[in-house]
């Protein structure tokens, strides 16, 4: 194994964001109850998916700089591996508000909540990078091509699922502003596990992402090398 | 060689896993009460099967990682 100190630390702090995750105090809530806990799971897997995506356009602006295949590979595996963090934030926010917003909401409300629709916008967005990478045979006009698209991708996150949920009425906490990272307004019991969890989960990603990269290299390396 | 008696201890593992891990429940009225791994609402349980998860993953990354370490050495 390559460069082991940073795994070894995601793993430290994976083991403990489960145990402590699970079995640390929390602070009651009406409606959330123990599903509280998903801060650790839930919005970890969003904070990962920015990280990852922010990654995948520093290396489009980067390959579009210096036309080097290398950083292509780069940022179409960030991209991937956001895409499967954003999915898993998306499916288990599914489960978790299906027992807590039918409590008190309507189905209407909950169908044009800006919040989902926007983040499914922005993850379909980010499918039809991957189908537009596809359908280009031609390498380096695909990793052009999608370089660019990767920007314009990023810049759709923004509104979908920045902006517009906070412009408009949702039920999704975070409306007023980013309680997460609000020092006076997230619980300090809550940070003690939701920080290192960011950190941990967001580590995992890279790790993944570092041996796709590493297979891709490998698959490539005719190429690379010319 | 290692590789086979390695398998082989882990198969052993998984078969008396259950000899270790079951819960004393011969004293019936200890069966409903919160003690070791029953307390809080079982809640320790959940953690260890999740914990279990997470290293089976965490053990597969690992061995990939190892993999495409060989396959670059090879390579090269």
Same mark, same amino acid.
């Given at each position: 194994?390559?460069?082991?100190?940073?795994?070894?630390?995601?793993?430290?702090?994976?083991?403990?964001?489960?145990?402590?995750?699970?079995?640390?105090?929390?602070?009651?809530?009406?409606?959330?109850?123990?599903?509280?806990?998903?801060?650790?799971?839930?919005?970890?897997?969003?904070?990962?998916?920015?990280?990852?995506?922010?990654?995948?356009?520093?290396?489009?602006?980067?390959?579009?700089?210096?036309?080097?295949?290398?950083?292509?590979?780069?940022?179409?595996?960030?991209?991937?591996?956001?895409?499967?963090?954003?999915?898993?934030?998306?499916?288990?926010?599914?489960?978790?508000?299906?027992?807590?917003?039918?409590?008190?909401?309507?189905?209407?409300?909950?169908?044009?909540?800006?919040?989902?629709?926007?983040?499914?916008?922005?993850?379909?967005?980010?499918?039809?990078?991957?189908?537009?990478?596809?359908?280009?045979?031609?390498?380096?006009?695909?990793?052009?091509?999608?370089?660019?698209?990767?920007?314009?991708?990023?810049?759709?996150?923004?509104?979908?699922?920045?902006?517009?949920?906070?412009?408009?009425?949702?039920?999704?906490?975070?409306?007023?502003?980013?309680?997460?990272?609000?020092?006076?307004?997230?619980?300090?019991?809550?940070?003690?596990?939701?920080?290192?969890?960011?950190?941990?989960?967001?580590?995992?990603?890279?790790?993944?992402?570092?041996?796709?990269?590493?297979?891709?290299?490998?698959?490539?390396?005719?190429?690379?090398?010319? | 060689?290692?590789?086979?008696?390695?398998?082989?201890?882990?198969?052993?593992?998984?078969?008396?896993?259950?000899?270790?891990? $079951? %819960?004393?429940?011969?004293?019936?009225?200890?069966?409903?009460?919160? /003690?070791?791994? &029953?307390?809080?609402? +079982? #809640?320790?349980?959940? $953690? %260890?099967?999740?914990?279990?998860?997470?290293?089976?993953?965490?053990? /597969?990354?690992? &061995?990939?990682?190892? +993999? #495409?370490?060989?396959?670059?050495?090879?390579?090269?």
């Amino acid at each position: 194994m390559r460069k082991t100190w940073w795994k070894i630390l995601c793993v430290v702090i994976l083991i403990y964001t489960i145990t402590g995750g699970l079995l640390l105090p929390v602070p009651a809530r009406e409606i959330l109850a123990e599903t509280i806990r998903n801060l650790y799971f839930h919005v970890c897997m969003w904070f990962g998916m920015m990280i990852l995506f922010t990654a995948s356009v520093v290396y489009a602006i980067k390959y579009l700089r210096s036309q080097k295949l290398a950083h292509d590979i780069y940022s179409v595996n960030f991209a991937k591996v956001g895409i499967l963090f954003g999915v898993l934030g998306y499916s288990t926010g599914f489960i978790w508000a299906s027992y807590t917003w039918t409590e008190y909401a309507t189905n209407t409300q909950i169908f044009k909540e800006p919040k989902l629709l926007g983040a499914a916008i922005a993850l379909l967005v980010y499918f039809a990078y991957l189908v537009l990478r596809g359908s280009i045979t031609d390498m380096d006009k695909r990793a052009r091509i999608s370089a660019v698209y990767a920007i314009f991708a990023y810049a759709m996150l923004f509104p979908t699922i920045w902006i517009l949920p906070r412009l408009l009425e949702s039920l999704h906490p975070g409306k007023e502003g980013n309680p997460a990272l609000n020092f006076k307004d997230s619980d300090s019991r809550l940070r003690m596990v939701f920080y290192p969890a960011i950190i941990g989960w967001t580590l995992l990603g890279v790790w993944i992402t570092s041996l796709k990269i590493r297979l891709d290299f490998i698959k490539e390396k005719s190429i690379l090398n010319d | 060689m290692i590789k086979k008696t390695l398998s082989l201890a882990a198969c052993l593992f998984l078969y008396l896993l259950p000899l270790f891990t $079951t %819960a004393q429940t011969t004293d019936s009225e200890r069966k409903y009460t919160a /003690y070791d791994m &029953r307390s809080n609402g +079982k #809640i320790y349980v959940l $953690t %260890a099967c999740i914990l279990i998860i997470l290293l089976g993953f965490i053990l /597969y990354l690992v &061995r990939l990682d190892k +993999k #495409i370490s060989r396959v670059e050495k090879e390579i090269k």
